[in-house]
């Protein structure tokens, strides 16, 4: 069982370089999302999709785009990089939304400096 | 200077021992509760779930407790091993649902060090 993949494990970009960060998963679930995960700090939610074609915004989506074309993959776009998004990103996926037994599963993690 | 909240709260057991970690969530409106262990470079793994009509509900080896009207959510773990070692962090999801808002995501905690002592 593959669960959530994400790649790459690790990344350093120059100042205002982009990259994709890549996330896919093999449960068939709808429910997708992108966190960022700071030192000693909770995640926090980048942007989310329902399904295939719909995503909206998190708490802290700016500098961030995604794209979900299809069920299994929800990649994460940086435009412009920049130090403060220098971050763990962690991308999750669920069967629904918050139900008892249906939990978020996530990735291992995509490991960004920016310098 | 140091960054606010880089040092997580640390629980030191002994191997064998029950081990309880807490968390005070923020929002009475909350109706699903989630924790999760997190090793050192890797993902959060996910350990035991509960709704709010529940107040207690029981996995292997660990408990998780809801107490509503304190807003404290509570995980038990029974015989604490040394692959127990990790931090946990509890999460709290709001009521509403739908596409807009993002009003039902879930609210993560900083999490607490469990260290596991032979």
């Known amino acids: 069982n593959a669960g959530v993949t994400q790649t790459p494990k690790f990344r350093i970009l120059k100042i205002g370089q982009s990259m994709t960060l890549q996330c896919t998963q093999d449960m068939n679930h709808n429910y997708m999302y992108w966190y960022r995960q700071d030192p000693g700090m909770g995640l926090k939610l980048i942007y989310y999709s329902v399904g295939a074609g719909i995503t909206d915004k998190g708490e802290v989506p700016n500098g961030y785009n995604v794209s979900r074309s299809t069920t299994e993959d929800f990649p994460l776009r940086l435009e412009l990089a920049a130090p403060s998004q220098t971050s763990v990103y962690f991308c999750?996926?669920?069967?629904?939304?918050?139900?008892?037994?249906?939990?978020?599963?996530f990735g291992d993690g995509t490991r960004l400096s920016i310098l | 200077g140091e960054s606010v909240g880089l040092h997580l709260p640390t629980l030191s057991v002994q191997e064998g021992d029950n081990s309880i970690i807490n968390c005070a969530y923020s929002?009475?409106?909350?109706?699903?509760f989630i924790w999760y262990k997190q090793e050192s470079g890797k993902g959060p793994q996910f350990i035991i779930d509960?709704?709010?009509?529940?107040d207690k509900r029981q996995g292997q080896r660990v408990t998780v407790l809801l107490n509503k009207t304190v807003k404290h959510l509570s995980l038990q773990i029974a015989a604490t091993q040394p692959g127990d070692s990790a931090v946990y962090f509890c999460?709290?999801?709001?009521?509403?649902?739908?596409?807009?808002?993002?009003?039902?995501?879930?609210?993560f905690g900083t999490g607490t060090q469990l260290k596991v002592e032979l």
């Open positions: 929002n009475s409106a909350s109706d699903y």
């Open positions: 999460a709290e999801k709001g009521p509403y649902g739908g596409l807009t808002g993002g009003g039902n995501k879930l609210t």
């Open positions: 999750a996926s669920s069967y629904s939304w918050g139900r008892q037994g249906q939990p978020q599963h």
């Open positions: 509960i709704r709010s009509n529940m």
